[in-house]
DNA sequence: CCTTGACATTGAGTACACTCCAGAATTTAG
DNA sequence: CTAAATTCTGGAGTGTACTCAATGTCAAGG
């Protein structure tokens, strides 16, 4: 099944000229028809998922990009892919452990301020 | 101890011009001295180490905004700031739950591939 | 057949968080 | 005392990832 961009776009719930700005970007190169629209596949929307997801996991455009150009060329890729699908995991493991970090971070300031807030009510109390 | 901005950019390692956009933000608002230079103190070095965490934790600057304009109003305001770090936490306990599912979405696709170079293998051994 | 709507391209504009530059004043080192 | 270094302000420029606008072409419905 094919798709003009508007339909495709409705699908796949990002706007038109972002879908024209990945092509752009060559995120995703979707075949022309004789009036030279562009023509979206089931394939499409699939990629499109993937790349989605990736940039949820912070992926910046020109690694997806990267991603992307292994894919265009074909099976020989995978393990370069594989290499840049590893690499990715290895940095949300570390935005993991920096996460809990963070929450740490906020945990110990939050604490300050709850015994802050103590001190304040026994001064008062103390009135 | 007080500190011009240039040695105070060497303490914080953050470049002049950042401080002075951070200044304008609202971030941090140093005293100046009888020609007008900035002086930074060490609780701004303090502050300033705050900021760069809460900057880590993602949040985006005209929130540490919010903070930085309570904290200038003084402790009254504890419990307005405290607000904000049990926001952030909620945050950052949510992207927790996020990352993991990016995590296993790699694993998945990683997986996924190391069958696809399987299969080829296969193919490569019963020629 | 003609209007409406989808699609095309190019280029400009937006938000965020800096980063850099020009021109002036003041401070410090030699 | 002069030259170099530091700081000041205002404003322009950068990169990322869109987002919008102008102008033009093509195709299907009434």
Do not use: C
Request: cysteine-free; proline content about 2%; overall charge positive.
């Amino acid at each position: 099944m094919n798709y003009g961009i508007g339909k495709f776009s409705r699908i796949v719930n990002i706007s038109v000229d972002t879908l024209r700005y990945y092509e752009k970007e060559g995120l995703i190169v979707p075949k022309r028809d004789n009036v030279n629209r562009r023509q979206y596949t089931d394939h499409d929307v699939k990629w499109i998922d993937f790349i989605k997801r990736l940039k949820k996991t912070g992926m910046p455009i020109k690694d997806i990009k990267k991603y992307a150009k292994l894919r265009y060329r074909g099976n020989e890729t995978i393990n370069d892919r594989l290499k840049l699908l590893y690499d990715q995991r290895h940095r949300l493991k570390a935005d993991q452990v920096e996460l809990q970090g963070h929450i740490n971070f906020l945990d110990e300031k939050i604490q300050t301020y709850h015994e802050m807030n103590a001190s304040v009510e026994a001064k008062l109390e103390s009135k």
